[in-house]
């Protein structure tokens, strides 16, 4: 080293990155895309086959798709062509929250549209993980099949 020359100081490295680039850059973006996947599930009902009248004509019924978060994950695949999976994302403190709420959102829709009768609610429960649990307690009193009536024969009734 030679004295009076200034050495430049050597700047920290920046970890690695590893992997591809994630597709999902922020938590608005997965916010955006939920509200698409919202009006996309509003928009593409099921059509149901069904028969009507005396002479059974065919038609078709629209059904209201639910919004579930299983249906959010799988269209952002379809649509987005991006796999998203909430177990890989929840550890990120920053969609943590963004995806807990989705997931609320998605479940307060359906029990909704379970209290109006538009989805079965036991199927909307079991997605959920609602119950509707009941105890009942029964007690069993042990009672004799012949009751002891005492002795019956007296003394004084001996023939």
């Given at each position: 080293?030679?004295k009076?020359?200034?050495?430049?100081?050597?700047?920290?490295?920046?970890?690695?990155?590893?992997?591809?680039?994630?597709?999902?850059?922020?938590?608005?973006?997965?916010?955006?895309?939920?509200?698409?996947?919202?009006?996309?599930a509003?928009?593409?009902p099921f059509?149901?086959?069904?028969?009507?009248?005396?002479?059974g004509?065919?038609?078709?019924r629209?059904?209201?798709?639910?919004?579930?978060?299983?249906?959010f994950?799988?269209?952002?695949?379809?649509?987005?062509?991006?796999f998203?999976?909430?177990?890989?994302?929840?550890?990120?403190?920053?969609?943590?929250?963004?995806?807990?709420?989705?997931k609320e959102?998605?479940?307060?829709?359906?029990?909704?549209?379970?209290?109006?009768?538009?989805y079965?609610?036991?199927?909307?429960?079991?997605?959920?993980?609602?119950?509707?649990?009941?105890?009942?307690n029964?007690?069993?009193?042990?009672?004799?099949?012949?009751?002891?009536i005492?002795?019956?024969?007296?003394?004084?009734?001996?023939?």
């Amino acid at each position: 080293m030679s004295k009076g020359k200034a050495q430049p100081k050597e700047q920290p490295k920046e970890p690695l990155k590893r992997g591809r680039p994630r597709k999902v850059e922020s938590p608005e973006m997965l916010i955006e895309w939920f509200f698409q996947y919202l009006e996309w599930a509003k928009n593409n009902p099921f059509k149901v086959q069904d028969y009507v009248g005396k002479d059974g004509v065919m038609v078709y019924r629209e059904k209201e798709r639910p919004v579930t978060f299983m249906g959010f994950e799988s269209w952002i695949y379809t649509v987005k062509d991006t796999f998203f999976h909430d177990t890989y994302w929840l550890k990120d403190e920053n969609f943590s929250p963004v995806i807990l709420r989705i997931k609320e959102a998605c479940k307060a829709e359906n029990v909704d549209g379970a209290s109006a009768g538009v989805y079965q609610s036991n199927i909307i429960a079991r997605i959920n993980g609602i119950k509707d649990a009941t105890d009942t307690n029964v007690t069993i009193k042990e009672q004799p099949l012949f009751p002891d009536i005492g002795n019956v024969l007296t003394d004084n009734g001996n023939k």
